[in-house]
């Protein structure tokens, strides 16, 4: 915040303003911690009372959300230790201390922890040891043939209140972002939460990173861009060139202009002038933009070939982007799995009954648009750490 931002604000608040749209808007998008912390500063007299005080109830309430997530995600990483797992965290509480510097600021669900694809079993086991229950209840032969497809899997506390992602990739086999999880382990850096050293992604993949899953969700969420503006102004030290040679080799390269040119342009984040060159030598990214704002504040997410389009152009390659969406209808999920078990010599028997079951589900409705509460292009909701069904994210 500097004066000339301040001052536009206190020029806004002077009209009429939908707050309880603004609240909403603000707790949908992730952003209604930085909200308050803002208005509070800046004019709280100009703010209904009724609307400063639910602001400041949500701040309260998020801030001991994320003290116990927290402390849960230190209790899992301690455990991992102790069973010798080495573990990375990222998102959730440690991108809220190491780039906004207050747990309070970042809205966060769940708890993201990267292992060693062979450390899967051991550590659902663990999990489960401490009343945490895998999302789908799979035999060992469809665990090992999910654990081949999918990056992560959702296990949910027995009380509710702490889901963990435990991710041993960071993209699905499908999704044509091959950063090998050996580059992450070799890359890394610590930080300091609560009091304990962390291991986290270094700053150059969190970047890579974040852009990618912005893209892969469609940018459907203005906190998302906000991490992207906040990483770029807090890691002064970032190797650009590094950045950009990896999301290269990636075939990822748009995604990652995509988010950077969303962070300046939406909220004014510093670029080096390399990087606005190279963003104006891809007008793709420009117009990708314009979309990404058209729809960003609408109640209602385009359908689901909209947003396989958009998932299309994001991409360097167009086999790519066809071969992600192709993987949407025809890779069996978790749900699947669960909903038909079959032994595994009939596992390939999945790829003809996924579609089969999408269409005779959904039909006609695979046109339509849905709400945001489903996400972006989705005709169910997220379970699992993946999509059940077709979706965009």
């Known amino acids: ?38 208005l509070n500063a800046i004019a709280p007299e100009s703010v209904p009372k009724e609307t400063l005080d639910q602001l400041r109830d949500h701040f309260h309430d998020n801030s001991r959300r994320n003290l116990f997530l927290t402390g849960e995600l230190l209790n899992i990483l301690t455990l991992f230790e ?10 959730g509480p440690v991108l809220a201390a190491s780039v906004y510097g207050n747990l309070a600021l970042r809205q966060f669900l769940d708890l993201d922890v990267l292992i060693h694809k ?6 659902r086991e663990l ?24 990056s992560a899997q959702s296990l949910l506390r027995d009380d509710g209140k702490v889901a963990v992602d435990l991710h041993w990739t960071m993209t699905s086999r499908d999704f044509s972002f091959p950063l090998e999880p050996e580059r992450l382990w070799e890359d890394t850096e610590t930080i300091s939460l609560a009091g304990r050293e962390i291991r986290t992604l270094s700053q150059e993949n969190l970047l890579l990173f974040l852009c990618v899953h912005g893209g892969k969700h469609g940018w459907e969420r203005l906190g998302w861009i ?16 590094t950045v950009m040679d990896r999301a290269r080799a990636l075939k990822s390269e748009r995604m990652l202009l995509l988010g950077l ?8 984040a510093p670029l080096p002038e390399e990087i606005r060159a190279r963003i104006s030598s891809d007008p793709a990214v420009r117009s990708l933009a314009t979309q990404v704002r058209e729809r960003l504040f609408r109640e209602a997410l385009p359908g689901v070939f909209e947003s396989w389009r958009f998932q299309i152009r994001i991409r360097d390659r167009l086999r790519d982007g066809c071969r992600y969406c192709f993987g949407l209808v025809m890779t069996p999920t978790g749900l699947e799995l669960t909903l038909m078990p079959l032994p595994a010599v009939l596992f ?24 945001k509460e489903y996400g972006a292009g989705s005709l169910e909701p997220e379970v699992g750490g993946q999509k059940s069904e077709i979706s965009g994210n």
Request: charged content about 25%.
């Open 127 to 150: 999990l489960v040891s401490q009343g945490y229950r895998p999302q789908f209840d799979l035999s060992d032969s469809q665990e090992a043939a999910f654990v081949r497809t999918y």
């Open 226 to 241: 906000c991490d992207i503006a906040e990483i770029i102004r807090s890691r002064k030290a970032m190797d650009w060139r």
């Open 348 to 371: 390939p028997l999945y790829y003809v009954l996924r579609p089969m079951r999408l269409v005779l589900k959904h039909g006609g409705r695979m046109l339509g648009v849905k709400s």
């Open 118 to 123: 062979q450390h899967v079993a051991k550590a």
């Open 1 to 38: 915040m500097d004066p000339e931002k301040a001052a536009r604000i206190k020029a806004l608040l002077q009209h009429d303003t939908d707050w309880d749209y603004l609240f909403r808007a603000a707790s949908e998008h992730g952003i209604a911690p930085l909200l308050y912390r803002h």
């Open 261 to 268: 040119y969303l962070a300046s342009d939406f909220l004014h």
């Open 82 to 91: 102790t069973h010798q797992i080495p573990a990375i965290s990222f998102k």
